[in-house]
């Protein structure tokens, strides 16, 4: 009702590359298709990432897609622009501060026995149990920096810890979470990192980030 009532022109949507942002653009686009819808990258997106394959095959599958779409790094302009075809694709790179900062603080010493992980939202559980259950890691101390919407339950093991100030400590590795947008910081700012790599599921990361980074598994 209140896309006739405010005469509503264009509509500036987030999370338009998930079920909900399907359904919600169609709905729009039934009410009506002149109105203009701008998607904004939410979190990572890649060619591993099937979405917008399912759409492919949908002959209406323009009823469900934004106008035009905004990537928030150069892979994942590149991925959109090669799995939507025709849509207008542009690039507007977010710049964190807080992330950077994050950046700067991390000291690296190759022979400390201090890794430091950065998980996401919805792998948490699966790194905390990958680190507890490897035995090459028990030697290690693992300092999880946890994501500010966690909701896992935590527990702190012998090795296992969660860390707020890294200020004062050295880490030997940084490991971040395939579904972090920090990968793309690292990445600008030329910085060494790792990902597992799970054996029970497929890599979420962009086909030639694959060659560049460095796989744990």
Not at 182 to 200: A, G, P, Q, T
Request: one cysteine or more.
């Amino acid at each position: 009702k209140f896309l006739k009532v405010f005469n509503i022109q264009k509509i500036h949507l987030y999370m338009f590359e998930y079920s909900f942002g399907f359904y919600l653009i169609n709905k729009i686009r039934r009410f009506s298709p002149k109105i203009e819808i701008v998607g904004y990258q939410h979190g990572i997106f890649t060619n591993n990432l099937c979405w917008f394959d399912i759409l492919r095959s949908i002959r209406d599958k323009k009823n469900y897609l934004p106008n035009k779409i905004f990537a928030t790094n150069a892979y994942s302009f590149n991925d959109y622009k090669e799995k939507l075809g025709k849509i207008k694709i542009y690039l507007k790179e977010r710049s964190s501060l807080s992330e950077k900062n994050i950046l700067k603080q991390i000291k690296i010493k190759k022979d400390s026995k201090n890794i430091i992980v950065f998980s996401g939202t919805h792998d948490i559980a699966d790194l905390y149990y990958f680190f507890k259950n490897t035995e090459c890691f028990r030697n290690k101390n693992i300092f999880f920096k946890l994501h500010p919407k966690n909701r896992f339950n935590f527990k702190k093991t012998r090795n296992i810890f969660k860390i707020s100030n890294f200020k004062s400590k050295n880490f030997s590795n940084i490991i971040i979470s395939q579904t972090s947008s920090l990968i793309y910081n690292f990445l600008k700012m030329k910085k060494k990192f790792s990902v597992i790599d799970f054996d029970y599921k497929d890599n979420l990361l962009n086909s030639k980030l694959l060659k560049k980074i460095n796989l744990i598994s």
